[in-house]
Structure formats: C-alpha cells, structure tokens
C-alpha cells in the first residue's frame, strides 16, 4: 500500500525548533519530488516547501525561507522539515505529499497525489 | 505570488443538485491548476489535474474546465459524501498557491 505517515509535531514556544518526519512506503522515494502543506487551525491550506527526488532543488514560501529546512534520506525513505525559530503563526497541522509529475507531452502537471494524515504543531508559550 | 480566488466561500446544496465553484487566477497559468477535496479532519484528496483531467478512482460526477486565469469545478449530481471543502491549486509557478476554499454544505 501506497503511504505516507508523519510524526514529530508537538508544543513548542516562540523561538524554539521542531523536526517533523515523514515515512514513505510502497513507492520508491528518490524518483519523486515531495512537499510539505500546512494547514492553520480552521484555514486553508498553505503550500510551504518541496524538495526533488535526488535533493538538489528545494524551494520554500518566502515567510519559512530562512527558518525552515526540507530535506530527504532516501535511504531511510524518509522526508523531513527542520523548522526553527518557530512564530506562532506556524501553528498548523503539517501534511507531507508526494509531489508527482503527471506528463502530457511536452507538458508536465505537478500534483499532490498522495498525502500523510498530518502531524500537529503548536507554537505558544 | 500568483493569487487564486475562490467563489463562493461557501455553498448549501441539496443532494442530487448540480454545483459549480470558480477559481480565478491573478495571471495566466495556462492549465496548470488542480483541485483537491478535503473533508473534516482529513488529509486533501486529488480530484482533478490539468484544469479538467479526471483523477483515477474519482467519480464521473466530478469535472473541471478553464484555462488562462478562469476556472470551474462542477458536481453534476451532488452526492452525500461530497460534503466537504475544496480547493483549487495552481502550479504553474513558485510558492504553489492554493484558493481560500469553498465549504459545501448540506442545505
């Protein structure tokens, strides 16, 4: 079965750091760009980073750009969002996503087709 | 950033009625759009990419048209387990932007 599965949220307070993980299984990680979503308590969804299958392009949400770090271990098919000095406008529920390429030659669609069921995070003294 | 607007923000419908939610995109995407339904408490799901390709599983009832900055998701025949928030996603472009969503709810 196809899954994503994060972990890693909780309760933090203004300025501190959080690692969130996400677990791949039943699809071969580095052949896929994948992506973090987050979600404010009763908001929309917020797109916040993505990385490409082999790590060497990653983009970010200019208000996470310089606090938020994405990164992969293929290997341990794993994705992970190192996220510091947390505000609390970060709290959210953060869903990783597999980032797919759905081609049409010579067009690519990216997509969010498979999705984890979120970890909380919570900023607040 | 390229901004999507949704409308409505929200929606009551009966079950069998044909429902029509809009985004509008701040400049051309082309057809780079998708759309995603959400239930409470639950992760998005893909329902539709390329503004009008349907995505595996997702029933008939479900399709979308546009290109440029307009587009359209409709329900044909709204469904009790359709309830739900959706939202449109573009992404010709970095950041990815989502629209604010629009709730479907049960009139």
């Given at each position: 079965?196809?899954q994503?599965?994060?972990?890693?949220?909780g309760?933090?307070?203004?300025?501190?750091s959080?690692?969130?993980?996400?677990?791949?299984s039943g699809?071969?990680?580095?052949?896929?760009?994948?992506?973090?979503?987050?979600?404010?308590?009763?908001?929309?969804l917020?797109?916040?980073?993505?990385i490409?299958?082999?790590?060497?392009?990653?983009?970010?949400v200019?208000?996470?750009k310089?606090?938020?770090?994405?990164?992969?271990?293929?290997?341990?098919?794993?994705?992970?969002?190192?996220?510091?000095?947390?505000?609390?406008?970060?709290?959210?529920?953060?869903?990783?996503?597999r980032?797919?390429?759905?081609?049409?030659?010579?067009?690519?669609?990216d997509?969010?087709?498979?999705?984890?069921?979120?970890?909380?995070?919570?900023?607040?003294? | 950033?390229?901004?999507?607007?949704?409308?409505?923000?929200?929606?009551?419908?009966?079950?069998?009625?044909?429902?029509?939610?809009?985004?509008?995109?701040?400049?051309?995407?082309?057809?780079?759009?998708?759309?995603?339904?959400?239930?409470?408490?639950?992760?998005?799901?893909?329902?539709?990419?390329?503004?009008?390709?349907?995505?595996g599983?997702?029933?008939?009832?479900?399709?979308?048209?546009?290109?440029?900055?307009?587009f359209?998701?409709?329900?044909?025949?709204l469904?009790?387990?359709?309830f739900?928030?959706?939202y449109?996603?573009?992404?010709?472009?970095?950041p990815?932007t989502?629209?604010?969503?629009?709730?479907?709810?049960?009139?």
């Amino acid at each position: 079965e196809v899954q994503l599965v994060e972990s890693g949220g909780g309760l933090v307070q203004p300025g501190g750091s959080l690692r969130l993980s996400c677990i791949a299984s039943g699809f071969t990680l580095n052949t896929y760009w994948m992506t973090w979503v987050r979600q404010a308590p009763g908001k929309g969804l917020e797109w916040v980073a993505n990385i490409k299958g082999d790590g060497s392009k990653k983009t970010y949400v200019e208000s996470v750009k310089g606090r938020f770090t994405i990164s992969r271990d293929n290997a341990k098919n794993s994705l992970y969002l190192q996220m510091d000095t947390l505000r609390a406008e970060d709290t959210a529920v953060y869903y990783c996503a597999r980032d797919n390429s759905y081609c049409n030659s010579p067009v690519c669609y990216d997509v969010f087709d498979i999705w984890g069921q979120g970890t909380m995070v919570t900023v607040s003294s | 950033a390229i901004q999507m607007t949704q409308s409505p923000s929200s929606l009551s419908a009966s079950v069998g009625d044909r429902v029509s939610i809009t985004c509008r995109a701040s400049q051309d995407i082309r057809n780079e759009l998708g759309w995603y339904q959400q239930k409470l408490g639950k992760a998005p799901k893909l329902l539709i990419y390329a503004a009008s390709n349907l995505q595996g599983g997702v029933p008939s009832r479900f399709s979308g048209s546009g290109s440029g900055t307009d587009f359209t998701l409709t329900i044909s025949s709204l469904q009790p387990e359709d309830f739900a928030t959706y939202y449109c996603l573009q992404d010709n472009n970095y950041p990815r932007t989502f629209g604010q969503g629009t709730k479907v709810e049960i009139k």
